[in-house]
Protein backbone atom coordinates (compact mmCIF):
# COMPACT_ATOMS: atom_id res chain seq x y z
CA UNK A 1 0.00 0.00 0.00
CA UNK A 2 1.54 3.82 -0.82
CA UNK A 3 2.47 5.69 2.09
CA UNK A 4 0.50 8.64 0.29
CA UNK A 5 -3.19 9.00 0.96
CA UNK A 6 -5.11 7.68 -2.12
CA UNK A 7 -5.49 11.32 -3.87
CA UNK A 8 -4.78 14.93 -2.95
CA UNK A 9 -7.81 17.18 -2.26
CA UNK A 10 -9.00 19.11 -5.11
CA UNK A 11 -7.65 22.22 -3.86
CA UNK A 12 -4.13 20.58 -4.26
CA UNK A 13 -2.00 21.45 -7.88
CA UNK A 14 -0.59 17.96 -8.96
CA UNK A 15 3.11 19.71 -8.61
CA UNK A 16 2.04 19.72 -4.51
CA UNK A 17 2.25 16.15 -5.05
CA UNK A 18 6.07 15.64 -3.16
CA UNK A 19 8.60 12.93 -5.09
CA UNK A 20 9.37 10.27 -2.71
CA UNK A 21 13.26 10.79 -2.40
CA UNK A 22 15.18 7.14 -3.44
CA UNK A 23 17.52 5.80 -0.19
CA UNK A 24 21.10 5.71 -1.22
CA UNK A 25 23.30 4.53 -3.16
CA UNK A 26 20.26 4.96 -5.59
CA UNK A 27 21.10 8.41 -7.85
CA UNK A 28 18.28 11.28 -8.06
CA UNK A 29 17.14 12.09 -11.57
CA UNK A 30 18.60 15.27 -13.18
CA UNK A 31 17.03 18.06 -11.30
CA UNK A 32 14.23 20.03 -12.89
CA UNK A 33 14.21 23.63 -11.99
CA UNK A 34 11.11 24.57 -10.11
CA UNK A 35 8.52 27.07 -11.70
CA UNK A 36 9.09 30.58 -11.00
CA UNK A 37 6.27 30.64 -8.30
CA UNK A 38 6.74 26.92 -7.44
CA UNK A 39 8.65 24.14 -5.27
CA UNK A 40 10.22 21.31 -6.04
CA UNK A 41 9.24 18.55 -3.10
CA UNK A 42 10.85 16.02 -2.11
CA UNK A 43 9.40 13.26 0.44
CA UNK A 44 11.88 11.23 2.67
CA UNK A 45 10.08 8.50 5.20
CA UNK A 46 12.71 7.44 7.62
CA UNK A 47 11.63 4.04 7.72
CA UNK A 48 12.60 3.70 4.31
CA UNK A 49 16.00 5.56 4.26
CA UNK A 50 17.27 4.96 7.95
CA UNK A 51 19.92 1.60 7.24
CA UNK A 52 21.16 3.81 4.38
CA UNK A 53 21.40 6.53 6.11
CA UNK A 54 23.36 5.13 9.37
CA UNK A 55 25.84 3.77 6.90
CA UNK A 56 26.64 6.66 4.75
CA UNK A 57 26.34 9.35 7.25
CA UNK A 58 29.99 9.80 7.83
CA UNK A 59 30.45 10.53 4.16
CA UNK A 60 27.79 13.06 3.49
CA UNK A 61 27.52 15.06 6.25
CA UNK A 62 29.92 17.46 7.80
CA UNK A 63 31.30 17.48 11.53
CA UNK A 64 28.52 20.14 13.23
CA UNK A 65 25.66 17.79 11.27
CA UNK A 66 27.23 14.50 12.74
CA UNK A 67 27.58 15.71 16.61
CA UNK A 68 24.21 16.94 16.27
CA UNK A 69 22.67 13.59 15.72
CA UNK A 70 24.76 12.59 18.49
CA UNK A 71 22.89 15.01 20.67
CA UNK A 72 19.43 13.29 20.32
CA UNK A 73 18.41 10.67 23.10
CA UNK A 74 15.82 8.91 21.46
CA UNK A 75 17.22 6.65 18.37
CA UNK A 76 14.04 7.59 16.52
CA UNK A 77 14.84 11.39 16.85
CA UNK A 78 18.47 10.80 15.61
CA UNK A 79 17.33 8.76 12.89
CA UNK A 80 14.56 11.16 11.49
CA UNK A 81 17.49 14.09 11.69
CA UNK A 82 20.05 11.73 9.95
CA UNK A 83 17.76 10.80 7.00
CA UNK A 84 16.11 14.43 6.73
CA UNK A 85 20.11 16.44 6.66
CA UNK A 86 21.47 13.65 4.30
CA UNK A 87 18.44 13.84 1.82
CA UNK A 88 18.56 17.56 1.62
CA UNK A 89 22.44 17.22 0.98
CA UNK A 90 21.52 15.38 -1.82
CA UNK A 91 19.07 16.92 -3.16
CA UNK A 92 21.05 20.45 -3.05
CA UNK A 93 23.96 18.70 -4.45
CA UNK A 94 21.98 17.03 -7.40
CA UNK A 95 21.01 20.83 -7.97
CA UNK A 96 24.34 22.43 -7.88
CA UNK A 97 25.98 19.76 -9.41
CA UNK A 98 28.60 19.45 -6.61
CA UNK A 99 28.67 16.19 -4.34
CA UNK A 100 26.31 16.62 -1.20
CA UNK A 101 29.25 16.73 0.94
CA UNK A 102 30.69 19.63 -0.28
CA UNK A 103 27.22 21.62 -0.03
CA UNK A 104 28.28 25.11 1.37
CA UNK A 105 25.47 26.15 3.55
CA UNK A 106 25.14 29.46 5.77
CA UNK A 107 22.39 32.00 7.23
CA UNK A 108 21.27 35.03 6.24
CA UNK A 109 20.60 37.98 9.14
CA UNK A 110 17.39 37.65 10.91
CA UNK A 111 14.83 39.77 9.69
CA UNK A 112 13.77 41.06 13.15
CA UNK A 113 17.38 41.74 14.78
CA UNK A 114 20.03 41.73 11.74
CA UNK A 115 21.82 38.79 13.63
CA UNK A 116 23.09 35.79 11.43
CA UNK A 117 19.98 33.78 12.63
CA UNK A 118 18.28 34.20 10.15
CA UNK A 119 16.70 31.65 7.05
CA UNK A 120 19.52 28.97 5.34
CA UNK A 121 21.12 29.59 2.25
CA UNK A 122 22.85 29.08 -0.33
CA UNK A 123 25.54 30.99 -2.05
CA UNK A 124 24.98 33.04 -4.47
CA UNK A 125 21.10 33.18 -4.13
CA UNK A 126 20.30 31.92 -7.15
CA UNK A 127 18.37 28.35 -5.42
CA UNK A 128 16.67 28.62 -2.21
CA UNK A 129 15.33 25.55 -0.21
CA UNK A 130 13.61 24.51 3.02
CA UNK A 131 13.69 21.63 5.54
CA UNK A 132 10.98 20.43 7.76
CA UNK A 133 10.67 17.22 9.44
CA UNK A 134 8.86 15.25 12.71
CA UNK A 135 9.32 12.02 13.67
CA UNK A 136 9.47 9.39 10.65
CA UNK A 137 9.07 11.79 8.35
CA UNK A 138 10.70 15.14 6.20
CA UNK A 139 9.67 16.70 3.25
CA UNK A 140 12.42 19.48 1.21
CA UNK A 141 11.64 22.51 -0.82
CA UNK A 142 13.74 24.07 -3.50
CA UNK A 143 12.90 26.99 -5.46
CA UNK A 144 13.69 29.84 -7.46
CA UNK A 145 12.55 32.45 -5.22
CA UNK A 146 12.54 32.08 -1.15
CA UNK A 147 10.56 28.92 0.28
CA UNK A 148 9.30 27.82 3.34
CA UNK A 149 8.31 24.35 4.01
CA UNK A 150 6.31 22.43 7.08
CA UNK A 151 5.44 18.78 7.83
CA UNK A 152 3.61 18.02 11.19
CA UNK A 153 1.74 14.96 13.16
CA UNK A 154 -2.17 15.78 13.20
CA UNK A 155 -2.03 16.60 16.73
CA UNK A 156 -4.58 15.37 19.95
CA UNK A 157 -7.51 17.09 20.70
CA UNK A 158 -5.88 18.28 24.28
CA UNK A 159 -2.59 19.52 22.51
CA UNK A 160 -5.35 21.55 19.71
CA UNK A 161 -6.99 23.27 23.23
CA UNK A 162 -3.07 24.11 24.34
CA UNK A 163 -2.14 25.42 21.39
CA UNK A 164 -5.32 27.59 20.32
CA UNK A 165 -3.61 30.97 21.23
CA UNK A 166 -1.10 30.76 18.41
CA UNK A 167 -4.06 30.87 15.52
CA UNK A 168 -5.92 34.26 14.18
CA UNK A 169 -9.27 35.36 15.55
CA UNK A 170 -10.69 34.73 12.58
CA UNK A 171 -9.05 30.85 12.17
CA UNK A 172 -10.16 30.51 15.61
CA UNK A 173 -13.91 30.54 14.38
CA UNK A 174 -13.25 28.71 11.53
CA UNK A 175 -12.08 25.87 13.41
CA UNK A 176 -14.75 26.57 16.61
CA UNK A 177 -17.35 26.02 13.61
CA UNK A 178 -16.25 22.69 12.61
CA UNK A 179 -17.26 19.06 14.03
CA UNK A 180 -14.91 18.22 16.90
CA UNK A 181 -13.45 15.40 15.36
CA UNK A 182 -12.53 17.12 12.35
CA UNK A 183 -10.37 20.35 14.10
CA UNK A 184 -7.26 18.49 14.87
CA UNK A 185 -6.86 18.35 11.40
CA UNK A 186 -8.24 21.08 10.47
CA UNK A 187 -5.47 23.15 13.12
CA UNK A 188 -2.50 21.31 11.47
CA UNK A 189 -3.73 22.47 7.92
CA UNK A 190 -3.56 25.92 9.46
CA UNK A 191 -0.33 25.35 11.75
CA UNK A 192 1.88 24.10 8.61
CA UNK A 193 0.75 26.88 6.50
CA UNK A 194 1.60 29.62 9.33
CA UNK A 195 4.85 28.31 10.01
CA UNK A 196 6.19 27.08 5.87
CA UNK A 197 5.12 30.92 5.65
CA UNK A 198 6.95 32.28 8.63
CA UNK A 199 10.43 30.24 7.79
CA UNK A 200 9.69 31.67 4.12
CA UNK A 201 10.16 35.07 5.43
CA UNK A 202 13.19 34.17 7.56
CA UNK A 203 11.58 34.54 10.97
CA UNK A 204 10.25 31.77 12.11
CA UNK A 205 8.99 31.35 15.16
CA UNK A 206 10.43 34.79 16.35
CA UNK A 207 7.26 35.92 15.00
CA UNK A 208 3.78 35.88 16.71
CA UNK A 209 1.62 33.27 14.44
CA UNK A 210 -1.35 34.75 15.72
CA UNK A 211 -1.19 37.59 13.64
CA UNK A 212 -1.05 35.97 10.47
CA UNK A 213 -4.33 34.78 8.53
CA UNK A 214 -3.82 31.23 6.58
CA UNK A 215 -7.38 30.03 6.56
CA UNK A 216 -8.40 27.33 7.98
CA UNK A 217 -10.58 26.10 4.68
CA UNK A 218 -9.72 23.77 2.13
CA UNK A 219 -8.17 26.64 0.03
CA UNK A 220 -5.03 28.54 2.02
CA UNK A 221 -5.25 32.51 2.19
CA UNK A 222 -1.77 33.12 1.20
CA UNK A 223 -0.33 36.53 2.28
CA UNK A 224 0.46 39.10 -0.02
CA UNK A 225 3.14 38.42 -2.22
CA UNK A 226 3.35 34.60 -1.33
CA UNK A 227 2.26 31.15 -2.73
CA UNK A 228 0.74 29.15 -0.05
CA UNK A 229 -0.80 25.38 -0.95
CA UNK A 230 -0.99 22.10 1.02
CA UNK A 231 0.99 19.40 0.04
CA UNK A 232 -0.05 15.37 -0.01
CA UNK A 233 1.66 13.47 2.60
CA UNK A 234 0.77 10.66 4.46
CA UNK A 235 -2.15 10.03 6.69
CA UNK A 236 -2.09 11.46 9.96
CA UNK A 237 0.17 14.24 9.11
CA UNK A 238 -0.45 17.80 7.24
CA UNK A 239 2.01 19.84 5.25
CA UNK A 240 2.59 23.42 3.37
CA UNK A 241 4.73 25.17 1.38
CA UNK A 242 5.08 28.88 0.95
CA UNK A 243 7.04 30.76 -1.82
CA UNK A 244 7.37 34.29 -2.39
CA UNK A 245 6.70 35.36 -5.44
CA UNK A 246 8.49 36.34 -8.20
CA UNK A 247 9.29 40.50 -8.19
CA UNK A 248 7.88 40.62 -4.89
CA UNK A 249 11.30 42.16 -3.21
CA UNK A 250 13.07 40.13 -5.32
CA UNK A 251 13.95 36.83 -5.43
CA UNK A 252 17.75 37.25 -4.53
CA UNK A 253 19.49 36.16 -1.60
CA UNK A 254 17.65 35.12 1.38
Known amino acids: MSLLEP ?6 DPLLLPTALPPLPAALPPPTGPGPDGARLWLVATAAHEESATRYAPLVLDPSELARAEEFRRPSD ?5 CAHIGLRRVLGNHLGVA ?9 PCPCCGEPHGRPVLPGGHLH ?16 APVGVDVEP ?4 QTLVEAADVVHPVEAAELAALAPALRPAAF ?9 YLKGLGIGLGAD ?3 EYVGAGGTPAAPSGWSLADIAVPHGHRAAVAVRRRGIGGAGPD
Open 7 to 12: SPPPAL
Open 188 to 196: ARVWTRKEA
Open 78 to 82: RATYL
Open 209 to 211: PST
Open 154 to 157: VPSP
Open 100 to 108: PRTVSVARA
Open 129 to 144: FSLSHCEGLSLIAVAA
